[in-house]
């Protein structure tokens, strides 16, 4: 893959940018690309390297879009020969096989703070191939979180506030304290449209955040809030507390009833 185009298809990842990767799978006959070769198209229709040109790439540039929407992968054959009725005018004289493959499929957990819980609920993120990014004002304790976390040294409140979220995204606030918490919260319940919205703490921390915020915040918004976070399983440990989060995470995100598996019908 051209580094290039690897560059921008990990920074698109990251960013959670929609998109997607044609590259060239199969050719017989003279072709413009040979296999290997790769185009990122976004959802708007901008690209970024090629797959030959011409009307060809235009037809996959409208087939990526469509597949970024319905949010799967495709495999179609292009004939580029005068004899075929479906070849619109390509004259090359080969056929070419084309991948397409949206990119961003998986949920993401945007977590606010960097201790240990955020850590243990960060690797067991991306074990579930949820993208993972962490957001702390710590730049020192940003570095613990490995890669392929993204980490943004930011006020979590700022960060909240200057992002479009969807529903396919988690929002975690586990900072160091009550204030950060309650304004990342407030941030949260103006803009934030994910699908799941969840702070660590006590209760007496979490009935203190939302009387600070029931003046600004209907009652109805704050009971979309799930805190404290987690499933009841007894969570103690740092992993324990993570295996909680990330359960009760994917039932909401996947609108599961949760409960035991022995009971379903």
Known sequence: MNDAILEELLRARQSRTPCALATVAATTGSVPRQPGSKMLVYADGKTSGTIGGGKFEALVVE????????KKTLLKTYPLREDKPDSFGAICGGEVTIMIE????????FLV????????????????GMYVTVVEDRAELIENFPPPTNRVVANSA????QRDWSD????????RNYELDREALAAALKKSGAGYIGMIGSRRKVHRVFDALKQAVSVEKLKDI?????????????????????GEILQVLRKRKGGHLRSAS
């Open 63 to 70: 087939e990526s879009i469509k597949s970024i929407a319905a």
């Open 102 to 109: 949206p990119q961003n499929l998986s949920a993401a957990l």
């Open 113 to 128: 703070g960097a201790g240990h819980c955020s850590l243990a609920i960060a690797k067991l993120a991306t074990d579930c």
């Open 158 to 161: 700022k960060f909240i506030s």
């Open 168 to 175: 396919d995204e988690a929002l975690v606030l586990v900072s």
């Open 226 to 246: 799930y805190a404290p976070i987690g499933l009841d399983i007894g969570a103690d440990s740092p992993a324990e507390i993570a295996v909680s989060v990330i």
